[in-house]
């Protein structure tokens, strides 16, 4: 099987993984960041993986209504948390093995199932680009916390209007933005209507205007989750910082090494501390220790949560990982093949 079709050269992963350790080794005072460690605070670790369990429920039922309320909650639940799983097993793309496992539900298809992950993800980033925009602007001192709030909620309001004016014009709009992404050096015209197509066929799959609301209020409770997971994980390691650098450490953290996707050894440690450093220049031992308690808690979390789901879904493990390498090759092949009729 091509292992480029599968998830790529894990050896190279692994390479990667070693050497960023071996720099942080290098780099710092490992001592330090152990006795930072075990002066945590559990109570405040235990809080942020509650709001962050809370946070996956409801990003569960954001796909759910994204598919028209077909498959039951506790299906769509469990097959986020194995998609989770099975990505830091196989370095398969998350969204490959969420659309694979989902679209073998029998009441939805695989094209409706992406149409749904497309716009999950499109409104995803929208929560992503607002973040990194709130992290500069209150690391510059251009706004107060409040004035980002209101910043914010305009923004919010804007984008809302911009997705209700897709859904009404779609295809006139999908007609001039095509050429415009086409321009953009690392996307081919075939990409640019690729990603087109998508995005009109995820908003359609919301039907409504008052539906794709409902969409973005499911986002907002999500991500809302996410900032206080951070929140949280930054007062049990002893951060304390004003509320204009806390807010912007949240942001950027959230925004780079989100807590719904999955992130191996290294990737993670070297994201989250990078993004909360650029915008509050903490100590980087004490950012560190941070991301070390962090990812541990996580990786138990995303393993615990995908364990329960082949569990739940009465799958094995060495099948299941078979069946997603076959499904996924199988998808692709079918895609290229559409591409080229």
Do not use: C
């Not at 039922?61 to 639940?77: C, E, K, Q, S």
């Not at 009441?107 to 497309?118: A, L």
């Not at 984008?159 to 209700?164: E, H, M, R």
């Not at 990078?274 to 996580?298: N, P, Q």
Request: net charge positive; hydrophobic share 55%.
């Amino acid at each position: 099987m091509d292992k480029k079709k599968t998830g790529g050269r894990p050896w190279l992963r692994i390479v990667g993984i070693v050497i960023i350790f071996i720099v942080f080794l290098a780099l710092f005072d490992i001592a330090l960041i152990i006795e930072q460690i075990r002066n945590a605070d559990w109570g405040y670790l235990g809080a942020a993986f509650g709001f962050l369990l809370a946070s996956y429920l409801v990003m569960a039922v954001r796909l759910r209504y994204m598919l028209g309320n077909a498959p039951t909650l506790a299906f769509i639940f469990h097959a986020m948390n194995l998609s989770n799983m099975m990505n830091l097993v196989m370095f398969v793309p998350t969204t490959a093995i969420r659309i694979f496992l989902i679209g073998q539900n029998e009441k939805v298809s695989i094209p409706q199932t992406t149409t749904g992950i497309t716009l999950t993800v499109v409104l995803d980033w929208i929560i992503k680009i607002l973040a990194i925009l709130g992290a500069v602007l209150l690391t510059t001192q251009s706004v107060s916390v409040t004035g980002f709030l209101i910043v914010s909620g305009i923004l919010i309001v804007i984008i809302i209007g911009a997705l209700l004016l897709i859904v009404a014009k779609g295809d006139i709009i999908s007609k001039k933005l095509t050429p415009l992404l086409a321009r953009l050096p690392f996307l081919s015209e075939e990409q640019a209507e690729s990603i087109m197509q998508d995005l009109m066929a995820g908003l359609q799959v919301v039907g409504s205007p008052s539906r794709l609301l409902i969409a973005f209020a499911w986002t907002l409770f999500g991500w809302l989750g996410a900032f206080v997971f951070y929140y949280l994980g930054l007062k049990a390691m002893g951060i304390k910082l004003p509320a204009d650098q806390m807010l912007a450490a949240i942001l950027a953290a959230s925004a780079f090494v989100n807590p719904f996707s999955p992130y191996i050894p290294g990737v993670y440690h070297g994201m989250l501390v990078g993004s909360i450093y650029l915008v509050t220049r903490y100590d980087l031992e004490a950012l560190l220790a941070l991301s070390i308690v962090m990812h541990g808690v996580l990786l138990v979390f995303w393993f615990g949560l995908g364990i329960w789901g082949l569990k739940s879904l009465n799958l094995k493990f060495s099948e299941f990982r078979q069946q997603i390498s076959t499904g996924i090759q199988q998808m692709r092949s079918e895609k290229d093949t559409g591409a080229t009729m």
